[in-house]
């Protein structure tokens, strides 16, 4: 194609087909990214190539790939689009969401906050998320082991495996995994009743015989005990645990294995409540 310099105006579309097609290396897959047909595609990057006067792709029967030009094209097409956004973002109504949240949600709660892009979050771990979630207080809440609340929706969004945390020294430590008949043996250490009711029901249905210590008053001061070699144990969150660094702390799972399931608690009316729940899938949205 004759260089013959710039004929016409660039068009945002033909700069977004443009990088797709250049970041996929397949006309077929820049279209399904965005949703379009392949001809459009196709059409798109023709008109550009025609405005700017020079090939950006070499197409064989089996690959695409940029020209030079292509290459030094696709950093300032990026620029352009990337200013765009800043520019609608400047303008854009910032949307605010009050979100209540449990402790030790870990890479849960990060996979939803980034998945909320142009969103101010208010993080809020206070007590009662419920009653302030049904008061409008609260946007929406993440609780665990509570599957209803009067007047409102509890959508359950993952299951949490339960992990004991035992002092690393411990002839128990030794195992891959350690049975809630021999933890029996060491009192386990778990915040108050009136502050985890779900945890606390959980672990005296699944080990009866267990004696449970409501001290203290955080999982942090339970931890720093347990690194001690205080012979006892508590419960952990799995997203949490993943999170704690203490090389004088074993953190197993147990058999057999527990998990409480995280809801999301909303109003019926919530405007918030799709657009969460696609935030909190495994899957990219």
């Known amino acids: 194609m004759p260089a013959r310099g710039l004929n016409g105006r660039v068009e945002l579309r033909e700069l977004r087909c443009f990088v797709a097609v250049a970041e996929e290396l397949h006309f077929g897959r820049a279209a399904a990214r965005l949703h379009v047909a392949q001809p459009a595609v196709s059409q798109q990057v023709r008109r550009l190539e025609r405005e700017l006067g020079v090939p950006l792709f070499d197409r064989t029967s089996r690959r695409v790939r940029p020209t030079p030009e292509g290459v030094r094209f696709l950093a300032e097409a990026r620029a352009v689009l990337a200013a765009v956004e800043r520019a609608r973002a400047s303008v854009a109504p910032v949307r605010r969401l009050r979100l209540g949240t449990s402790a030790g ?10 998945r909320l892009p142009g969103v101010r979050v208010d993080l809020d771990g206070g007590p009662r998320r419920l009653d302030r979630v049904a008061a409008g207080a609260l946007d929406a809440a ?5 599957a209803d609340h009067p007047g409102l929706d509890l959508h359950p969004v993952w299951e949490e495996p339960l992990l004991a945390a035992l002092p690393a020294g411990h002839r128990l430590a030794e195992a891959g995994a350690v049975r809630l008949a021999d933890l029996a043996a060491l009192p386990l250490r778990l915040a108050d009743r009136r502050r985890n009711r779900p945890l606390a029901d959980l672990m005296e249905t699944a080990s009866p015989g267990q004696r449970v210590v409501a001290e203290p008053a955080s999982l942090d001061d339970a931890l720093a005990l347990i690194g001690a070699g205080e012979p006892l144990w508590t419960v952990v969150y799995a997203a949490h645990a993943e999170r704690l660094h203490r090389p004088r702390v074993a953190v197993l799972p147990m058999e057999p294995p527990l998990a409480l399931t995280t809801y999301l608690a909303v109003r019926p009316d919530c405007s918030w409540t799709s657009e969460i729940l696609l935030a909190c899938g495994d899957k990219e949205p």
């Open 142 to 146: 993440f609780v665990r082991g509570v």
């Open 105 to 114: 949600l870990g890479r849960h709660l990060d996979r939803v906050l980034d």
